[in-house]
């Protein structure tokens, strides 16, 4: 597995590119998007960095993530269970599936069907 680089800020694309080379995401880490948590693009800024933690009821971001106006957008966990989902349909999947697929478990808390 390859590594990724925490907390660097890159496209959608670039971030997914990485990720799928890897072949996931490490379950401690969570996705970040600049801007609208509720959607991505291609050229959506994003990062990987640790996931929030909660003291006293309250979010806790990294310093990283408060600097760089990041919002959560999905737990690694969900990440990989998507990823795999997207990898495990017929033909071959490609970086635009994968934002569609992404979209679609934000919207729907399903997985979208090729």
Same mark, same amino acid.
């Given at each position: 597995?390859?590594?990724?680089?925490?907390?660097?800020?890159?496209?959608?694309?670039?971030?997914?590119?990485?990720?799928?080379?890897?072949?996931?995401?490490?379950?401690?880490?969570?996705?970040?998007?600049?801007?609208?948590?509720?959607?991505?693009?291609?050229?959506?800024?994003?990062?990987?960095?640790?996931?929030?933690?909660?003291?006293?009821? !309250?979010?806790?971001?990294?310093?990283?993530?408060?600097?760089? =106006? @990041?919002?959560?957008?999905?737990?690694?966990? &969900?990440? *990989? /269970?998507?990823?795999?989902? !997207?990898?495990?349909?017929?033909?071959?999947?490609?970086?635009? =599936? @994968?934002?569609?697929?992404?979209?679609?478990? &934000?919207? *729907? /808390?399903?997985?979208?069907?090729?």
């Amino acid at each position: 597995m390859k590594k990724i680089e925490l907390r660097k800020v890159m496209s959608a694309v670039e971030l997914l590119q990485a990720i799928i080379a890897s072949e996931g995401v490490d379950e401690d880490y969570c996705i970040y998007v600049k801007g609208d948590a509720d959607e991505i693009s291609g050229d959506t800024r994003c990062a990987l960095d640790v996931c929030p933690s909660i003291v006293s009821d !309250v979010e806790q971001v990294s310093e990283f993530v408060r600097l760089n =106006d @990041l919002e959560l957008f999905s737990y690694g966990p &969900q990440f *990989n /269970d998507v990823l795999r989902n !997207v990898l495990n349909q017929p033909g071959n999947c490609s970086v635009e =599936d @994968l934002i569609r697929a992404l979209n679609y478990y &934000q919207d *729907n /808390d399903d997985f979208l069907d090729f």
